[in-house]
């Protein structure tokens, strides 16, 4: 039977974190449909004995691909590259699946041929254990394939389409070439981004499949990671930026599709204007950070720097009083800074 999904798991030094996440997918149901490639990225403790246990028990799902370190975008590369299901997708190595949504998702993936396939994802509070549903938007069509144009808008706004909720057709990826920045975080952004640009068609599923778990203050999208790895933030946001810049300016994108790219690039440098001033404490660096930032723009983007004027003058306002990230967040809502990938 051909494998309907590739699950890739970028591992690296997640020896006491990954079991959780293999042994989700490791449910009977869901051997026939479900392929897991563990992309072990130079690990240096037992990340790769741990996922050897899996392949041993389980030969018909899982595989383990050992490579050099390269960071996490170069692990994905890997894993798409090893693929075989019909469909892509990513599941973080500190994550896991709800095994009953992930079979009843499975069970609906041969009839369906969309370019991408977006379900909903459950965030598990990592000191609580409390939880709490990202529902897909009110409204949404589901259910059915439908053009990606239709609900490109919302779901740029609402980020319902994101690293935790998107599967995308495996051909379809290859074809659109794919690449993910190597020795950099943040690149779900780019993965993201770059495989919805070219989407001309999505299935919604209102099934429960992401457990996404927050809370830890090590997770890059963390404030203090964000400050912690500017420079890979800044790496992605450029990069993001100038692949928007090169869809607008090809014949072959909509003007829906043009719509969407605009607003996923004006909520990535709203995200990146936060994290220099008001993430960073340092203020004179991130004041300095946002002003060559911004003065980039001005040049290669202009567009978007006329855009997110606005809230590069409220975040630096923000600063001015010292707001922290946690009271942005309860003004702003979480929206922005998930559009960098949370």
Request: glycine content about 8%; hydrophobic content about 40%.
């Given at each position: 039977?051909?494998?309907?999904?590739?699950?890739?798991?970028?591992?690296?030094?997640?020896?006491?974190?990954?079991?959780?996440?293999?042994?989700?997918?490791?449910?009977?149901?869901?051997?026939?449909?479900?392929?897991?490639?563990?992309?072990?990225?130079?690990?240096?403790?037992?990340?790769?004995?741990?996922?050897?246990?899996?392949?041993?028990?389980?030969?018909?799902?899982?595989?383990?691909?050992?490579?050099?370190?390269?960071?996490?975008?170069?692990?994905?590369?890997?894993?798409?590259?090893?693929?075989?299901?019909?469909?892509?997708?990513?599941?973080?190595?500190?994550?896991?699946?709800?095994?009953?949504?992930?079979?009843?998702?499975?069970?609906?993936?041969?009839?369906?041929?969309?370019?991408?396939?977006?379900?909903?994802?459950?965030?598990?509070?990592?000191?609580?254990?409390?939880?709490?549903?990202?529902?897909?938007?009110?409204g949404m069509p589901t259910?059915?394939?439908?053009?990606?144009?239709?609900?490109?808008?919302?779901?740029?706004?609402?980020?319902?389409?994101?690293?935790?909720?998107?599967?995308?057709?495996?051909?379809?990826?290859?074809?659109?070439?794919?690449?993910?920045?190597?020795?950099?975080?943040?690149?779900?952004?780019?993965?993201?981004?770059?495989?919805?640009?070219?989407?001309?068609?999505?299935?919604?599923?209102?099934?429960?499949?992401?457990?996404?778990?927050?809370?830890?203050?090590?997770?890059?999208?963390?404030?203090e990671g964000y400050v912690?790895?500017?420079?890979?933030?800044?790496?992605?946001?450029?990069?993001?930026?100038?692949?928007?810049?090169?869809?607008?300016?090809?014949?072959?994108?909509?003007?829906?599709?043009?719509?969407?790219?605009?607003?996923?690039?004006?909520?990535?440098?709203?995200?990146?204007?936060?994290?220099?001033?008001?993430?960073?404490?340092?203020?004179?660096?991130?004041?300095?950070?946002?002003?060559?930032?911004?003065?980039?723009?001005?040049?290669?983007?202009?567009?978007?720097?006329?855009?997110?004027?606005?809230?590069?003058?409220?975040?630096?306002?923000?600063?001015?009083?010292?707001?922290?990230?946690?009271?942005?967040?309860?003004?702003?809502?979480?929206?922005?800074?998930?559009?960098?990938?949370?």
């Amino acid at each position: 039977m051909e494998k309907q999904l590739t699950i890739a798991m970028p591992s690296y030094n997640v020896e006491g974190l990954i079991a959780r996440g293999l042994e989700s997918l490791s449910d009977p149901r869901l051997t026939a449909a479900l392929e897991v490639v563990v992309v072990d990225d130079g690990s240096t403790d037992g990340t790769a004995d741990v996922a050897r246990r899996f392949v041993e028990a389980h030969p018909d799902v899982f595989r383990l691909v050992s490579k050099e370190n390269g960071g996490h975008g170069s692990a994905v590369n890997a894993g798409l590259d090893a693929a075989r299901g019909r469909y892509f997708r990513v599941v973080d190595a500190d994550d896991w699946v709800d095994p009953d949504g992930l079979a009843a998702e499975l069970d609906l993936l041969p009839g369906i041929s969309s370019d991408i396939v977006v379900d909903v994802r459950r965030d598990v509070h990592m000191g609580t254990g409390s939880t709490e549903l990202r529902p897909l938007p009110a409204g949404m069509p589901t259910g059915r394939e439908v053009p990606f144009a239709s609900v490109s808008a919302e779901a740029a706004r609402t980020n319902c389409v994101s690293i935790h909720t998107v599967s995308a057709r495996t051909d379809f990826l290859r074809a659109c070439g794919v690449r993910l920045l190597e020795h950099t975080f943040y690149v779900d952004t780019q993965l993201v981004v770059e495989a919805t640009a070219r989407a001309e068609t999505v299935t919604l599923l209102d099934i429960e499949v992401y457990r996404y778990l927050v809370g830890n203050a090590s997770q890059s999208v963390a404030a203090e990671g964000y400050v912690r790895r500017f420079d890979d933030h800044d790496r992605v946001v450029r990069e993001v930026c100038r692949f928007v810049e090169g869809r607008l300016a090809d014949p072959s994108t909509t003007p829906e599709a043009a719509e969407y790219l605009r607003l996923r690039a004006r909520l990535l440098v709203n995200t990146h204007y936060n994290v220099m001033l008001v993430y960073d404490r340092d203020r004179r660096r991130g004041r300095a950070r946002a002003r060559s930032f911004r003065a980039w723009l001005g040049v290669e983007h202009p567009w978007l720097r006329a855009a997110t004027d606005g809230r590069y003058l409220a975040a630096l306002a923000a600063g001015a009083v010292r707001l922290d990230a946690r009271a942005l967040d309860r003004l702003l809502g979480r929206m922005d800074h998930e559009a960098a990938g949370d």
